[in-house]
Protein backbone atom coordinates (compact mmCIF):
# COMPACT_ATOMS: atom_id res chain seq x y z
CA UNK A 1 0.00 0.00 0.00
CA UNK A 2 1.29 3.37 -1.12
CA UNK A 3 1.30 7.03 0.71
CA UNK A 4 -0.91 8.12 -1.79
CA UNK A 5 -3.31 5.31 -0.78
CA UNK A 6 -3.15 6.25 2.77
CA UNK A 7 -3.33 9.45 3.46
CA UNK A 8 -4.32 11.44 -0.46
CA UNK A 9 -7.61 12.06 0.11
CA UNK A 10 -7.76 13.10 3.77
CA UNK A 11 -5.23 15.96 2.91
CA UNK A 12 -7.27 16.57 -0.32
CA UNK A 13 -10.51 17.26 1.93
CA UNK A 14 -8.58 19.02 4.92
CA UNK A 15 -7.24 21.49 1.98
CA UNK A 16 -10.71 21.77 0.36
CA UNK A 17 -12.22 22.65 4.33
CA UNK A 18 -9.83 25.22 4.16
CA UNK A 19 -10.91 27.14 1.05
CA UNK A 20 -7.98 25.25 -1.01
CA UNK A 21 -8.84 24.54 -4.37
CA UNK A 22 -7.57 20.96 -6.03
CA UNK A 23 -6.29 22.12 -9.35
CA UNK A 24 -4.64 19.03 -10.21
CA UNK A 25 -5.18 15.22 -8.99
CA UNK A 26 -2.21 14.67 -9.86
CA UNK A 27 0.14 17.46 -11.01
CA UNK A 28 2.62 16.37 -14.16
CA UNK A 29 5.89 18.51 -14.27
CA UNK A 30 7.46 18.29 -17.33
CA UNK A 31 11.12 19.70 -17.49
CA UNK A 32 14.25 18.90 -19.42
CA UNK A 33 14.14 14.98 -20.50
CA UNK A 34 11.34 13.91 -18.35
CA UNK A 35 8.54 14.08 -16.12
CA UNK A 36 7.32 14.60 -12.11
CA UNK A 37 4.12 13.55 -10.65
CA UNK A 38 3.19 15.31 -7.56
CA UNK A 39 0.17 13.96 -5.70
CA UNK A 40 -2.15 17.58 -5.88
CA UNK A 41 -1.72 20.46 -7.13
CA UNK A 42 -3.83 23.26 -4.69
CA UNK A 43 -4.32 27.26 -5.21
CA UNK A 44 -5.47 29.29 -2.14
CA UNK A 45 -7.20 32.41 -3.71
CA UNK A 46 -6.96 35.29 -0.96
CA UNK A 47 -9.18 38.43 -1.25
CA UNK A 48 -10.07 41.25 0.13
CA UNK A 49 -13.26 43.01 0.04
CA UNK A 50 -14.10 47.17 0.86
CA UNK A 51 -17.94 47.94 0.60
CA UNK A 52 -19.35 45.69 -1.83
CA UNK A 53 -16.22 45.65 -4.44
CA UNK A 54 -13.59 42.67 -4.10
Do not use: C
Not at 5 to 10: E, G, Y
Not at 18 to 44: C, K, M
Request: proline share 2%; charged share 30%; net charge negative.
Amino acid sequence: MSARDIFHDAVKIALERENWQITHDPLALEFGLGSLYVDLGAERIIATERKNEK
